[in-house]
Each structure stands twice: as C-alpha cells, then as structure tokens.
C-alpha cells in the first residue's frame, strides 16, 4: 500500500510539473498573440488614415487601435469595421486607375501636341530660311532666321523684303523695257513679258556681240596708234588721234635730227674712252713698277694702308697692366695717346698714331683666356688708367695683356 501511495503521489506531481509548463507556454503564446493583435490594429489605422489623406473618405476614426483592440473582439463588429477600409481601398484604387488613365491620355495629347508643334516649327523655319534666301537675294539685310521666327520682329523683317522685292520687280521691268529698245535698234522682235518667262536672248545676243567685237577691234587699233603717237585714246573723241599723229610727224622728224647729234656725240665719247683706256694701262704700267720696287707679288691685291686712329692700328696695339690699384678700383695700362704701331708695306714700314682716347673698351686676357671688360678713364702720352668692374678687382694682375675691343661700345666702368 505505501508504494502504491509513493507510485501515485510520483505520478500526481508528474501531472502538476506538466501542467505548469503548458500553462507557461500557453501564456506566452497569449503575450505574443496580444503583441500581434497591436501591431496589426496600428498598421490597419495608420493604413486608413493614409488613404483618408490621398481620398475623400474619412474610415480613419472608425479604425483607431482602441477599437480594433482585441478587448473589444466581436466577429460582425471587426468585419463591419474592416469592410469600410475595404471600400475605402476599393475607392482609393479605383481614384489611382482613374487618374493613372487621365495621365497616360495627357501623355498621348502631349506627344500628339508636340508633334504637331514640331511640324509647325519645321515650317517656320523653312518659311524663314526661304525668306532669308530671297532677302539676300535682293540685298534687303533683313537679318536672320531668328528674325523672321520672332514675332516681335516677324513683321519688320517681312516689310524690308518686300519694299526691296518691290524696287527689284520694278527695276526688272525697266531693264527689260531698255532690253526691248535695245532688240528694236536691231532689228530683233521681242516682248517685255517674254523675258520674264524662259527668256529668249540669242539673237540680240549674237547682234550685240557682233556690234561689241567691230567696236572693240576699232577701239584697239585706235588705242595702238593713240599709244604710238603718245595721245590719251578716247572713243568719245577720236579726233584726237589724228592731231596726235600729225604732232607726232613733226617730233619725228625733230627726233631723227637729234639722233644725228646724238651719234656725233656717241663717236666722240669712243674716242675719249679710248683715250681713256690708253691712260688706265699706263697707271697700270706704273702700279706695276711700284709692286717691283716694294718687292710686292704682282698677283696680289693693292696693300691696305691703314688709317690713323682707326679700329686695325687700334688693333694691332696691344698692352699691359703696369699695376693694380685694389683700393680705389683701377689699373694702369702701358700705353698712351703718343703710343704707335708701325705696318709693314712691301719693304717699306709706315709709323702710324693709335689716336688712344678715354671711354675706349679694352679686353683683359692672361694667357689666351678672357678675364675681364675695361673703359679707358684717363688717357696719358704713355700711360692709360680705366676703372675696374667691381666683380673683377681681385682677378686681374701685374702683366696681364690688354687688347682693344672694336665691338663692344663704351660702357660707365662700376664704382666700388
């Protein structure tokens, strides 16, 4: 008996175990389905409220979470509740296919619109291209395309062409009533109106040449004897040949007696050259004596005497620096105002003045290098001083060759 107590009391408290889990589950499966229930409700109330927004009709304070709380669940009442938002959708889609059709015919009337209005702009611009074209034509400088698609300028645009288009028909009658005068001098038939339609000008045009090719031969050959006779040929005034001939008899005649002289005086001048000649080959003679006597090949050019004071004689003395003033910023050169150099012509030497003056440019060199540019200061009979650049004092030295500078010019020597 007592283990059949402790059997049942096992099994009992088994049962108890089993009914505490179940019922925690089951009330976390309420929790769970209370917490789903909510969310629905707000996504039901917050969905209606969006529709009352985007629609005419107003289900959104029927739908508040609080009513469709599950505290308040009644099978009619929650599908009488949720049949409104169902027409409410209903409605709002029906609105959204309405107005989805109402845009897509917009759409087709636009594209329709704007096709028709690019045939439209496709003909003005046409239409303006065309008036452009007969503007120019006529000169009328109505401006353009832009001026005739505007229409604020449209109608002046317009109105240059045509008041021109107007002078140009009126001169083209004009000109093809002179073209009938014309025909009529002749003897050729025709019609003003027929030369505006496929005009027919052969014959006046074969007239008219002929007539233009006789004048023009006449007028060369008149303009060729205008030009011989030295008269200016008019063929308003062809009498003016004819005086210019007879004047050019009279000058011809003038000219061959001058020419007669004039060949008096050639026949003299051959006789002058001729002497002239004569007296070259002796001074040839004598250069040639000189040559000899200063020993001076013959086949070589006359010697160049230089010239005093010149860029060869200047040349040609050079010099040295005698000393180096660092202090004050000048050297002293070996050469002066009475310094000279002495050419050698043939045998014989000529003595000549390098005329040396201050502002002279003077070259540096030591041992073919180039040191540095000096201006001549002072110039003595012996003896120059020049100025000293102030980058160069420490360069040059006792001894050191001075040689002219014939291309550089004279240039202010640096203060130290």
């Known amino acids: 008996m007592k283990t059949f107590n402790t059997i049942a009391c096992i099994i009992v408290l088994v049962?108890?175990?089993?009914?505490?889990?179940?019922?925690?589950?089951?009330?976390?499966?309420?929790?769970?389905?209370?917490?789903?229930?909510?969310?629905?409700?707000?996504?039901?109330?917050?969905?209606?409220?969006?529709?009352?927004?985007?629609?005419?009709?107003?289900?959104?304070?029927?739908?508040?979470?609080?009513?469709?709380?599950?505290?308040?669940?009644?099978?009619d009442a929650l599908a009488g509740k949720l049949k409104n938002l169902?027409?409410?959708?209903?409605?709002?889609?029906?609105?959204?296919?309405?107005?989805?059709?109402?845009?897509?015919d917009m759409t087709a009337l636009q594209k329709k619109t704007k096709a028709q209005l690019d045939v439209r702009t496709r003909q003005c611009e046409t239409m303006a291209k065309a008036l452009v074209s007969i503007g120019d034509s006529v000169n009328a400088n109505?401006?353009?395309?832009?001026?005739?698609?505007?229409?604020?300028?449209?109608?002046?645009?317009?109105?240059?062409?045509?008041?021109?288009?107007?002078?140009?028909?009126?001169?083209?009658?004009?000109?093809?009533?002179?073209?009938?005068e014309l025909a009529r001098k002749h003897g050729v038939a025709m019609e003003a109106d027929a030369l505006f339609v496929n005009p027919d000008l052969s014959r006046l045009n074969s007239k008219v040449e002929a007539y233009k090719t006789a004048t023009n031969n006449s007028n060369k050959a008149l303009a060729e004897i205008s030009k011989t006779v030295n008269v200016a040929y008019s063929?308003?005034?062809?009498?003016?040949?004819?005086?210019?001939?007879?004047?050019?008899?009279?000058?011809?005649?003038?000219?061959?007696?001058e020419l007669a002289r004039s060949q008096n005086t050639v026949s003299n001048q051959k006789n002058t050259i001729t002497k002239n000649n004569a007296e070259?080959?002796?001074?040839?003679?004598?250069?040639?004596?000189?040559?000899?006597?200063?020993?001076?090949?013959?086949?070589?050019?006359?010697?160049?005497?230089?010239?005093?004071?010149?860029?060869?004689?200047?040349?040609?003395?050079?010099?040295?620096?005698?000393?180096?003033?660092?202090?004050?910023?000048?050297?002293?050169?070996?050469?002066?105002?009475?310094?000279?150099?002495?050419?050698?012509?043939?045998?014989?030497?000529?003595?000549?003045?390098?005329?040396?003056?201050?502002?002279?440019?003077?070259?540096?060199?030591?041992e073919g290098k180039f040191i540095a540019t000096i201006s001549l200061s002072n110039v003595d009979e012996l003896q120059s001083t020049a100025n000293i650049p102030v980058s160069k004092i420490d360069q040059i030295k006792i001894g050191d060759e001075v040689v002219f500078n014939a291309v550089k010019s004279a240039e202010p020597a640096e203060k130290k």
């Open 15 to 75: 049962l108890a175990l089993v009914s505490a889990v179940c019922s925690y589950f089951l009330y976390e499966k309420r929790v769970q389905f209370v917490d789903g229930w909510n969310q629905m409700s707000e996504a039901i109330h917050t969905s209606a409220a969006t529709i009352d927004q985007r629609g005419n009709s107003k289900f959104a304070s029927k739908l508040t979470v609080d009513e469709l709380s599950h505290k308040k669940y009644s099978k």
């Open 86 to 104: 169902t027409r409410q959708s209903e409605e709002f889609v029906k609105q959204y296919d309405e107005l989805t059709q109402k845009l897509a």
């Open 142 to 180: 109505a401006g353009s395309e832009a001026a005739f698609t505007n229409e604020n300028s449209y109608a002046g645009a317009v109105a240059k062409v045509r008041t021109v288009a107007g002078k140009f028909v009126t001169n083209s009658k004009n000109l093809a009533a002179r073209i009938v």
């Open 235 to 257: 063929a308003q005034n062809p009498a003016a040949v004819t005086k210019g001939v007879v004047s050019m008899s009279s000058k011809l005649k003038n000219t061959q007696a």
């Open 280 to 366: 070259i080959a002796r001074l040839k003679g004598v250069i040639a004596d000189y040559k000899r006597v200063l020993n001076i090949d013959p086949a070589d050019t006359d010697p160049k005497v230089w010239k005093r004071g010149s860029d060869d004689v200047r040349t040609a003395l050079t010099g040295k620096v005698l000393s180096v003033d660092k202090d004050y910023g000048y050297v002293v050169i070996n050469f002066g105002n009475k310094s000279t150099v002495t050419q050698k012509v043939g045998n014989d030497s000529i003595v000549l003045n390098a005329d040396i003056e201050p502002g002279l440019s003077y070259n540096i060199i030591r």
